[in-house]
């Protein structure tokens, strides 16, 4: 495989120009990080969305900034060539310009990621604007923003009225004139998604936007079918992973029941005369 370089912000805008593709997975961990960076994948999330595959909260909000920054980290470690980003999680940002950059800059110090994101429109442009600012590359999150979920009445899908459709689109040019080098765009209509992504100058990242954006992102747990809980329309399965373990697993139990495992070759041997000495010396 041909030596990958270093996934930077004009390397993603040129693949807008060019209408190529832009690849994004979330990872948690280093081993899926290490395979999607070996793989290609242009940019990683390292997304707050671990609150509910890894850790099993049946949200995003209990995720703090001590939780998902080693997750980061480990992320970062696996994933030298991809664009790592970290998510910054409820209530690292929403209440000052000030705690925004403090803690956006602990992934950056901290996890040596490349990037943040952020979820919200107009309201949140001047968080945008002061990440930016401080030099740190920030990524918009529009349409769908889980950390809101209560407030958006659930997770379904946004801008499906007029005044939601336009206030989507208004809030794009707003978060990218604060400065974002990308926004990503969750459950909305395909022609609303086409509609930002061509009024943009920055990469558009969607999922559940339809076709038309500048490139796509999966959870990866979703991707794998590796998590059972809800799963949404938007979502495509490669695998059964959740299977796939639990037979692995199942596999091992049987062995252990059948006292077919360990077998000599995972076993580790002793010179017979070391042992003859060891049971001579025994009271
Ligand atoms: O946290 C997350 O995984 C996300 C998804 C929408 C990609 O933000």
Known sequence: MAERTKVT???LREKKAQGKPIVMLTAYDYP???IEDEIGVDM???????G????GFSGTNPVTMDLIVP???AVKRGAPHSFVIGDMPFLSYQASNERAVLNAGRFIQEAGADGVKMEGGEEMAERVRSIHNAGIAV???LGLTPQSVSALGGFKAQGRSVESALKLISDAKIIEEAGAFSILLEAIPSEIGQIITERAGIPIIGIGAGPYTDGQVLVVHDALGFFKGHKAKFVKQYCNL???VRKALQGYQQDLA???????????????????EIKGSLK
């Open 9 to 11: 912000i004009p390397y």
């Open 32 to 34: 899926i990080a290490t």
């Open 44 to 50: 990683i999330l390292c997304g707050d969305s671990l």
């Open 52 to 55: 509910m595959t890894v850790y």
């Open 71 to 73: 997750h980061t980290a």
């Open 139 to 141: 990524m918009g999150h």
């Open 242 to 244: 959740n299977e796939i």
């Open 258 to 276: 059948d006292r077919v495992y360990p077998a000599p070759e995972h076993c580790y041997g002793i010179d017979p005369e070391v042992l003859a």
